[in-house]
C-alpha cells in the first residue's frame, strides 16, 4: 500500500511563523512532496520561499504550472493564483477566488484529495476565518488525515477552530508537536477512501446543488448555487467564485461598505452643488429657487447623517463587528 507522501498546508495570518517551525522541524530527507498556500494580498511581492527556504535543506520554491511533482519539495503558492494538484503535476491557475483568497487553501486541499486520497495529509495552521476547513473535510472523505495546529496555540485561532467545530480531526497538537507527528504520520500506510465520511453533525460532502434565487455573488453579481449537504455547505457562482457561509457573510458585509462610502461620496457631492446653487440664487435676489436648493440641502444632509452613521456606528465598540465564534473542544476520532 502507498505511503502518506503528500503533504498540503493551509495558512493565513500568523502563518508564516508557523510554517518556519513546522519546516524546520522535518528531517530533509523525508520521502514526502510539501504543497503550502498563505494568503497574500494580490499586489504583494512574496518573500515566502527565500524565507522557508532559509529554516529546511529541502528545495523550496514558488510551483510553477505542470512542473512535475517530486519527493523532497515544497512547493509555495505564488501570489494571486490558485495552487492545485494534478496527477503528477502542479498546476497553477488564476481562476475566481474563494472566500475572497487568491490563493486560497480549499482549492488546493480539495484536488489534492480528489488526485491522492487515502495518500494526502492536509494541516491547518494559524489564521483568519474558515478557509481550509471545506477542504480539509475533502481530504478526509477521500481517506486522507487531517491535522489541525492547536487552537490555543495559534497567533489567530479561527481558521484551526472552524475545522475543529466541522470537521473529524485525526490529530490536533501544538506547533511545536506538529513536526515528529508529521513524520510518524508518514510512515504509516495510507488507507482506502471511504465511501462515506461523518462530521460531527452527521453526513456531508453530497455534491447537492440548489440555486439560491435570492444570494448573489458579492465580487460578479451572479445567481449562487448551493453546494454540500448537513454541516458543511458552501455557495458558488457561474464563473467559479466560491463561498462559505462565513466567507460569503463577510464579503457581503465588505460589499456593503464600499457602497455605503460609494453613497456617502455622492450624496455629498449632490449637498455640496445644492449649496453652491443656493448661495448662487441668493447672490440674484431669486429666494424661490434658494428654497429649492436650500431644501434639497437639508435633504442631502440628512441622508449623509444616516448613511455616515450606518457606517461609523455598526461595530461593537472595538472597531471590528465581530462576533465570537463558539469552540468545540477536540477529541480523538473514535477507532472503526
Not at 68 to 92: T, W
Not at 177 to 193: C, F, I
Request: hydrophobic share 45%; charged share 25%.
Amino acid at each position: 500500500m502507498p505511503e502518506h507522501d503528500i503533504i498540503v498546508i493551509g495558512a493565513s495570518a500568523g502563518g508564516v511563523e508557523a510554517l518556519i517551525v513546522l519546516l524546520g522541524g522535518l528531517p530533509t530527507d523525508l520521502p514526502v512532496s510539501l504543497f503550502v498556500v498563505l494568503h497574500l494580498p494580490p499586489t504583494a511581492r512574496s518573500m515566502l520561499p527565500a524565507i522557508l527556504g532559509r529554516t529546511t535543506r529541502m528545495q523550496v520554491a514558488a510551483a510553477v504550472d505542470g512542473e512535475p511533482i517530486e519527493r523532497g519539495r515544497v512547493y509555495v503558492a505564488p501570489v494571486d493564483n490558485h495552487l492545485m494538484i494534478g496527477d503528477g503535476v502542479v498546476r497553477v491557475v488564476h481562476s475566481a477566488r474563494e472566500n475572497g483568497h487568491r490563493p486560497a487553501v480549499d482549492p488546493l486541499f480539495r484536488t489534492a484529495a480528489e488526485v491522492y486520497g487515502g495518500r494526502v495529509i492536509g494541516v491547518v495552521l494559524s489564521g483568519t476565518r474558515d478557509c481550509g476547513t471545506a477542504g480539509l473535510l475533502e481530504i478526509k472523505r477521500h481517506g486522507g488525515i487531517a491535522v489541525v495546529q492547536d487552537p490555543e496555540d495559534a497567533v489567530f485561532s479561527e481558521m484551526p477552530q472552524s475545522a475543529l467545530d466541522n470537521v473529524p480531526v485525526d490529530h490536533c497538537v501544538p506547533l511545536a508537536r506538529l513536526p515528529p507527528l508529521l513524520v510518524d504520520l508518514v510512515r504509516q500506510k495510507a488507507g482506502r477512501a471511504p465511501a462515506k465520511a461523518r462530521t460531527p453533525e452527521g453526513m456531508v460532502g453530497e455534491n447537492v446543488e440548489a440555486v439560491e434565487g435570492e444570494f448573489t455573488c458579492p465580487e460578479c453579481g451572479g445567481n449562487l448555487v448551493r453546494n454540500g449537504d448537513g454541516a458543511m455547505l458552501n455557495f458558488r457562482c457561474k464563473v467559479g467564485h466560491r463561498y462559505s457561509p462565513e466567507g460569503l457573510e463577510d464579503e457581503q458585509a465588505s460589499a456593503l461598505d464600499a457602497a455605503l462610502w460609494i453613497a456617502l461620496r455622492t450624496i455629498e457631492d449632490s449637498a455640496a452643488l445644492a449649496r453652491r446653487m443656493a448661495g448662487r440664487a441668493a447672490e440674484r435676489n431669486q429666494a424661490n429657487l434658494q428654497a429649492h436648493f436650500e431644501a434639497k440641502l437639508r435633504v442631502a444632509e440628512e441622508r449623509a447623517a444616516l448613511v455616515r452613521r450606518a457606517l461609523l456606528g455598526t461595530n461593537d465598540g472595538n472597531g471590528t463587528g465581530a462576533v465570537p465564534r463558539s469552540k468545540r473542544a477536540w477529541r480523538p476520532p473514535a477507532a472503526e
